[in-house]
Antibody, heavy 122, light 110 residues
Framework: DVQLLESGGGLVQPGGSLRLSCAAS????????MSWVRQAPGKGLEWVSA????????YYADSVKGRFTISRDNSKNTLYLQMNSLRAEDTAVYYC???????????????WGQGTLVTVSS | QSALTQPASVSGSPGQSITISCTGT?????????VSWYQQHPGKAPKLMIY???NRPSGISNRFSGSKSGNTASLTISGLQAEDEADYYC??????????FGGGTKVTVL
């Protein structure tokens, strides 16, 4: 069975940094693109970032470009999201999700983790 | 990067059919056949219901169907059931190499 387990969330002050991890199992990790999607409390879904299966291509929403960095370690079956210069509006549950394709962005996200909560507050 | 436009809520009685619209632009919904739909129950992770406008992943009931006309995509749920009560989100690939989500539609089964 496909499993995605996020970790690394927590409370951080504005301007601070946090690194999220997503441990994947149950599929050939390097064959699929991965994404991060967030959901602010009581709000809708917002796509954050995606990375191709090889890791060579990365994509970002304008709201996080220049502050967040997506990466993956295919030898460890793990996806990461390095979040710097955090703002109050970054407060959300962050989901790790598996893409149906290797390129990313176009084929839909067929498996999701349960999410990790990031709270940015002083 | 503006979000796609969905109605805030749609309701129907058990057994009825409902349709949720998702309106974008020629740079996203209208320009590509890469529209997906997700179902999310309270406190749960989203679930992929439709991809590539009208394709269902394995295990998804054929009561769910998708279509597109111009810049508007639609999700139709036929034979509405109590378990279909949830939030539904559309998403689309965008020409800026990003993904846009709709604001979400709350489906209520009366």
């Amino acid at each position: 069975d496909v499993q995605l387990l996020e970790s690394g969330g927590g409370l951080v002050q504005p301007g601070g940094s946090l690194r999220l991890s997503c441990a994947a199992s149950g599929f050939t990790f390097s064959s699929y693109a991965m994404s991060w999607v967030r959901q602010a409390p009581g709000k809708g879904l917002e796509w954050v970032s995606a990375i191709s299966g090889s890791g060579a291509s990365t994509y970002y929403a304008d709201s996080v470009k220049g502050r967040f960095t997506i990466s993956r370690d295919n030898s460890k079956n793990t996806l990461y999201l390095q979040m710097n210069s955090l703002r109050a509006e970054d407060t959300a549950v962050y989901y790790c999700a598996k893409d149906q394709g290797i390129r990313g962005l176009i084929k839909g996200l067929d498996y999701w983790g349960q999410g990790t909560l990031v709270t940015v507050s002083s | 990067q503006s979000a796609l436009t969905q109605p805030a809520s749609v309701s129907g009685s058990p057994g009825q059919s409902i349709t949720i619209s998702c309106t974008g632009t020629s740079s996203d919904v209208g320009g590509y056949n890469y529209v997906s739909w997700y179902q999310q129950h309270p406190g749960k992770a989203p679930k992929l219901m439709i991809y590539d406008v009208s394709n269902r992943p394995s295990g998804i009931s054929n009561r769910f169907s998708g279509s597109k006309s111009g810049n508007t995509a639609s999700l139709t749920i036929s034979g509405l059931q109590a378990e279909d009560e949830a939030d539904y989100y559309c998403s689309s690939y965008s020409s800026s190499n990003t993904v846009l989500f709709g604001g979400g539609t709350k489906v209520t089964v009366l």
